[in-house]
Nanobody, 127 residues
Framework: VQLVESGGGLVQAGGSLRLSCAASGRTFSVYAVGWFRQAPGKEREFVAAISRSGSNTYYADSVKGRFTISRDNAKNTVYLQMNSLKPEDTAVYHC?????????????????????WGQGTQVTVSS
């Protein structure tokens, strides 16, 4: 599966952005999808993930209550709505996908082990 992110940009603190992750190549609905970010000089970190059906979502504590992940399997797209953005949210955001069984795995499964990655989209939050 190929993944392409879009929607990044420059926004002031307190503003909002919506990232999109468009997938192509295979049956998208069998894949769990995660969003990760990497700031300069820092390790990549988990941001959010969504189950293959969209019924289960998971968030890092740092974004809980501000970010919302969703998906539209008919459009082969996953979204990350980011509200109340902070300067510390500045990073390159990547989406990633891996095949998932129909029974939902534990939440820890969603935080690593992805097989497919997009190239990323830059998000910059000014203070």
């Amino acid at each position: 599966v190929q993944l392409v992110e879009s929607g990044g940009g420059l926004v002031q603190a307190g503003g909002s952005l919506r990232l999109s992750c468009a997938a192509s190549g295979r049956t998208f609905s069998v894949y769990a999808v995660g969003w990760f970010r990497q700031a300069p000089g820092k390790e990549r970190e988990f941001v959010a993930a969504i189950s293959r059906s969209g019924s289960n979502t998971y968030y890092a504590d740092s974004v809980k209550g501000r970010f919302t992940i969703s998906r539209d399997n008919a459009k082969n797209t996953v979204y990350l709505q980011m509200n109340s953005l902070k300067p510390e949210d500045t990073a390159v955001y990547h989406c990633a996908a891996k095949m998932s069984r129909s029974l939902p795995p534990p939440s820890s499964w969603y935080k690593n082990g992805y097989d497919y990655w997009g190239q990323g989209t830059q998000v910059t939050v000014s203070s």
